[in-house]
């Protein structure tokens, strides 16, 4: 299996590609990295060095992939943070230029926009551009709950509210959505919620829930969503394993009181999670 991952990366840490592209590999995904910023941290720490790259510089990157013949070897797209809607054009171009020579290629869009506690911390025009212009085009979509309620202008406090914002998001265009950081009036204090919805069928997996704020989660899961989904064409097999694979790394990240996630060191957790969920049908 062979993945296109365009996003951001940084030198220190594990975020975008940083966060990504080692458990894709670690499940035996040949990987094809395209870095969209290249920073020294991530933004959390508020400071860091380095430059939000071009939009013809990553068109130029996928361009030379493709002039060596790769592109129609190529099984999946994944994108995460873009830092301008100029760039989110250059990620459509080198979607479509996938899908021209491989049609059944998947694209997989992780449409970081913004979470809870900070809200929308990406450039103007790149929310509208996700809406109108990333999703339709995608086939999986991996919204956090915050991203879900900016993306549909709707609320998911309950679970039925949740379903329904799900519904509105596949309505535009992905076959799958899943929603990481979910928690509803549904979900115990102690427990965080991943939802997918697959046609018309909407899937939990249920976690405990970790003391720790960390960042680079969202974006293992999107990249082991998919590559699960790629293999399975199931949903909830997809979540089932990504949520194994990633609750086992944050334990072990929350367990050593690491202010990075703990990609590497927690490596087994991707082929061989310490933890199973099952995913529930609701």
């Not at 992939?65 to 250059?90: F, K, N, T």
């Not at 990620?91 to 979470?115: H, Q, S, T």
């Amino acid at each position: 299996m062979n993945v296109l991952s365009i996003q951001s990366h940084v030198a220190y840490g594990h975020v975008g590609n940083a966060s990504a592209v080692f458990p894709m590999q670690r499940l035996g995904v040949e990987v094809w990295p395209v870095h969209t910023v290249q920073f020294s941290n991530h933004t959390g720490y508020g400071a860091w060095r380095g430059e939000v790259f071009a939009a013809q510089t990553i068109r130029d990157v996928v361009r030379g992939v493709g002039e060596r013949g790769a592109l129609a070897r190529c099984d999946a797209v994944l994108s995460g943070y873009m830092g301008s809607a100029e760039i989110g054009e250059a990620i459509l171009e080198a979607v479509a230029a996938v899908r021209a020579e491989n049609r059944d290629a998947l694209y997989c869009c992780d449409p970081v926009l913004g979470d809870t506690e900070e809200g929308v911390y990406v450039r103007p025009g790149i929310t509208e551009f996700m809406r109108e212009r990333a999703v339709p085009a995608a086939d999986i979509v991996t919204p956090n709950q915050f991203e879900l309620n900016l993306l549909t202008g709707l609320p998911s406090r309950t679970l039925g509210e949740a379903r329904a914002a799900v519904a509105a998001l596949q309505a535009r265009g992905p076959r799958v959505v899943v929603v990481t950081s979910a928690a509803t009036d549904d979900t115990p204090a102690d427990r965080i919620d991943l939802l997918a919805g697959e046609g018309s069928r909407l899937f939990r997996v249920r976690t405990p829930r970790l003391d720790l704020a960390i960042n680079g989660a969202g974006d293992c899961i999107a990249a082991l969503f998919l590559v699960h989904y790629a293999r399975e064409r199931s949903a909830a097999l997809a979540l089932a394993k990504a949520a194994a694979s990633v609750y086992g790394l944050l334990r072990r990240t929350a367990e050593a009181g690491s202010r990075e996630i703990l990609t590497v060191e927690a490596q087994d957790e991707f082929v061989a999670p310490t933890a199973t969920f099952a995913a529930e049908a609701v």
